[in-house]
């Protein structure tokens, strides 16, 4: 092994001789009190890490290229600046990192700064001779935009083609931004110095952008990239583990909620970009409807302003640009999964928290009444339960549409969990007590292997009937629980997309500054916090949550199915498994087998017509998500622009809130009109159609009727 790390010293040192990048004996300027908290922060994190960790992996050679591959992607993840030999420099230091943060002396940081702010430079060059160059927009070529297809470039001339080539595509698409302002439909019909006057502003929006973007990168700080460094090697234990430097209170929030403020939603940095993780319901970006999980936001702009590329910013700077003042626009331009960009106008406010609580409706099919219930979120108010106040709570107000529902005498309940991303632990346990007589629920395991089980004791049972819960890819944590506790009672029949989200992990926030208890060490606090996953979900049944998720009992067509959402695709993701089956009594009713409920369900959506459109829909979406090279011809972007327009592409998701009515007509709606509207759209939601008949089946000849042979449905490797 020491034979081996020395070849590869050697190696980077005469890669570093013959080319241009920083030499590895680089160094950069660090104070010692810098350099020292630097080093007591590599112990902490070390023995937190390693010790506190539910996985308790080691931080050895294997750990090391882990944590290789996520720095190395953080630092220059759309392959923009490095070149192969930068990469061949970098690469000495890949089993490097266990035993830099051993001796709390880190090399890597220091030698990826060097090189990237030598690059950043090069770079910066040859975008301004780009850009005073012009561009040939009738040069028919094409450019890849799925940065993990890309290799890095062999040399300077690799990256000034990369370069030239994206900064063209940001031209085409502001000058085809101006045209829609403009009123402009058809370019060959135009006046040529209009058209020439916006090629012009197109081209100095993009320089402005750029100036901007460059400005930011230069601000880094070594201690930036020492505390990326730091990320990287806790996000190697798992995706929800990671390392948060001392900020503003304020930001500190940011990093822990990872929320918009102005507009509700949660986001993640995730490869150089900013990921968008959930909406929150009754937000600004939920009632506007085009915002969704796993978009990506590209730019940033108030109304009527030129945009802000933060692309590779921070999260804590690219919320500055988005947070602002009630009654304000803020257009984002987003990457949607199926790679179509779109610029969406959302007006900042206030989270309207009505429609973040559980709501429900009577549909009627026939001569019987379905209850049908949305429970957006498993929300508490933590602060008025210390005060022993009367704060709202998921529980109470589910167990309220319950009774409701019930005294309209229906004859079965749809729980709807699409896109709820979790929330309070113990409601979750409550939600299902609802729905069983008293047992166990969830069992939770420490890193030590200590487990658990937390458990409904309330024998009464608000509702015995017919139950489907509907669920989808975003259904995850709390809400996975439910669902996989009213399976395994098999109390009810899921129904969703392949899988739920995975996420059977929980996290705790360490602050480390109380970790840190040595003498004389107060003088290098703050050190920051460590958000550390410390326990994991396991089912009654003994199986976990985590990386699969709950594969529903009929699974349905999803035109999302293509997004590659869920803990199975994140690196390093904690694996599924199983422990030891709880002492728990399923549901003892009369029993329907599976196969025939499944059989009948697939002949209804073969023939049904929604369906069938969302099967097109899927199929097109994963083969343009697929599609990852784009033509840089003014003709065919033109082409393409007015085929979007013709075929009026659709928001993404699953029954988003008023996702059918346009902002003028929903601007004008009251809360009732709302509520109205939302109804009308889940009678006609093909999903809660299919579950309407799913629970015609279940409540054949009983009142509680209970799912068996479930040996038979579809489960994915």
Do not use: C
């Amino acid at each position: 092994m020491m034979k081996r790390r020395l070849i590869q010293s050697i190696v980077a040192l005469l890669l570093a001789l013959v080319f241009t990048a920083p030499p590895v004996w680089a160094k950069i300027e660090v104070d010692n009190q810098t350099e020292n908290r630097i080093r007591l922060l590599s112990y902490a994190l070390r023995e937190q890490l390693q010790g506190s960790h539910y996985s308790h992996k080691n931080l050895d050679d294997a750990l090391s290229r882990d944590a290789f591959k996520l720095y190395l992607e953080q630092l220059d993840y759309q392959k923009r600046f490095l070149l192969e030999q930068d990469v061949k420099v970098l690469e000495a230091y890949r089993e490097r990192i266990d035993d830099e943060m051993r001796r709390g002396r880190p090399q890597l940081p220091m030698q990826g700064a060097l090189i990237l702010e030598q690059r950043l430079g090069e770079v910066e060059k040859m975008v301004a001779e780009l850009m005073a160059g012009g561009f040939d927009f009738n040069l028919r070529e094409e450019m890849e935009t799925d940065a993990e297809k890309l290799s890095y470039a062999k040399n300077s001339a690799e990256i000034k083609q990369r370069w030239r080539k994206s900064l063209k595509y940001q031209v085409i698409g502001r000058y085809l931004g101006l045209m829609d302002d403009e009123g402009v439909e058809d370019p060959a019909a135009a006046d040529p110095e209009v058209l020439k006057g916006l090629w012009e502003k197109a081209a100095e929006k993009v320089t402005k952008s750029y100036d901007s973007y460059f400005s930011r990168l230069r601000q880094d700080t070594y201690t930036d990239h020492v505390d990326r460094y730091f990320n990287a090697v806790a996000r190697a234990f798992d995706p929800h583990t990671g390392y948060m430097p001392p900020s503003k209170r304020e930001d500190f929030d940011i990093s822990m909620r990872g929320s918009l403020e102005g507009i509700g939603a949660t986001l993640r940095e995730e490869d150089g970009y900013i990921k968008v993780v959930a909406i929150i319901p009754g937000s600004p970006a939920s009632s506007q409807g085009q915002l969704q999980a796993e978009d990506i936001i590209l730019k940033v702009a108030e109304a009527g302003a030129d945009s802000v590329d933060i692309t590779d910013t921070r999260i804590r700077d690219a919320v500055r640009y988005i947070r602002g003042p009630k009654g304000t626009e803020v257009r984002l331009t987003v990457r949607k999964p199926d790679g179509t960009r779109m610029v969406i106008p959302i007006v900042r406010d206030v989270v309207q928290i009505e429609a973040t609580f559980v709501k429900s409706t009577v549909l009627d099919d026939a001569d019987e009444r379905i209850g049908f219930i949305k429970i957006p979120s498993f929300y508490r108010d933590f602060e008025d339960d210390r005060h022993e106040s009367t704060g709202r709570n998921v529980t109470d107000d589910v167990r309220a549409e319950v009774e409701r529902l019930k005294a309209e005498n229906v004859s079965g309940i749809i729980l709807d969990l699409r896109n709820n991303g979790g929330g309070s632990l113990s409601d979750a346990v409550s939600v299902s007590g609802l729905f069983i007589e008293k047992g166990p629920v969830v069992q939770v395991k420490d890193s030590y292997g200590r487990s658990r089980v937390l458990r409904d004791r309330d024998s009464d049972v608000v509702y015995d009937g017919p139950l489907v819960v509907l669920v989808n890819q975003f259904s995850a944590s709390a809400s996975e629980i439910l669902a996989g506790a009213l399976q395994d009672y098999n109390r009810a029949l899921v129904v969703g997309g392949a899988h739920t989200h995975g996420k059977g992990t929980v996290q705790a926030i360490l602050d480390l500054d109380q970790s840190v208890n040595l003498p004389g060490m107060n003088k290098y606090k703050p050190l920051g916090a460590l958000k550390l996953t410390i326990q994991k979900f396991y089912r009654v049944s003994g199986d976990s949550t985590q990386y699969r998720g709950v594969v529903p009992d009929v699974v349905l067509p999803d035109r999302l199915g293509h997004i590659k959402s869920g803990e199975q695709y994140l690196d390093f993701s904690l694996p599924w498994d199983s422990t030891d089956r709880t002492d728990f009594e399923p549901w003892d009713v009369a029993a329907l087998d599976l196969s025939q409920l499944v059989a009948a369900s697939r002949e209804r959506v073969a023939a049904s017509e929604k369906f069938r459109e969302i099967v097109t829909e899927a199929a097109e979406a994963k083969a343009k998500s697929e599609e990852t090279v784009v033509s840089l011809h003014i003709d065919e972007m033109l082409a393409e622009r007015r085929d979007l327009r013709e075929k009026g592409e659709a928001p993404h998701g699953d029954l988003a809130l008023d996702g059918e009515l346009d902002e003028a007509e929903k601007d004008g709606l009251t809360e009732e009109q709302k509520l109205n509207a939302w109804i009308s759209e889940a009678a006609e939601d093909p999903y809660v159609l299919e579950a309407i008949q799913l629970l015609d089946a279940l409540a054949v000849d009983s009142d509680k009727v209970a799912v068996t042979d479930k040996t038979v449905a579809e489960k994915p490797n």
